[in-house]
């Protein structure tokens, strides 16, 4: 009699937010939509199991899930990465000098006093920017 193992890997779709300093991490069990072993699953593991800025969006992970007599299977789902922290402006006072024809401009740029992202920033605007 030839004894055979039944394991079956289901994983389910996960949803991450970047926290304040622009990572996020899952575990197995995040990803585990049900799994199932005819013995019993010993260990789980998730690869990638870390994410950061550049991760934001769609990211594929594979789930392996090993039984007592080293037999393995696996599967795949999509963990989304979301940065859904706003950035820190940090706005400083400025003096503009008026040019031959009474006209000054700003950028955004000269208005930034040390604004931050749990990511990046990637664009600065000033309103009105005209004077």
């Given at each position: 009699?030839?004894a055979t193992d039944s394991q079956t890997s289901v ?91 009474g006209n000054a401009s700003i950028t955004g740029a ?22």
């Amino acid at each position: 009699m030839v004894a055979t193992d039944s394991q079956t890997s289901v994983c389910q779709d996960v949803t991450v937010f970047l926290d304040g300093s622009g990572s996020a991490s899952i575990t197995a069990g995040d990803v585990d939509g049900g799994s199932t072993d005819n013995c019993a699953i010993t260990s789980q593991s998730v690869t990638p199991s870390s994410f950061n800025c550049s991760n934001t969006g769609a990211n594929t992970v594979t789930l392996t899930n090993t039984d007592g007599s080293g037999n393995t299977s696996t599967c795949t789902a999509t963990v989304t990465v979301n940065d859904s922290t706003a950035p820190t402006a940090v706005c400083q006072n400025i003096t503009v000098s008026l040019d031959g024809s009474g006209n000054a401009s700003i950028t955004g740029a000269d208005l930034d006093g040390g604004s931050t992202d749990n990511c990046s920033i990637v664009s600065q605007t000033a309103s009105p920017s005209s004077f």
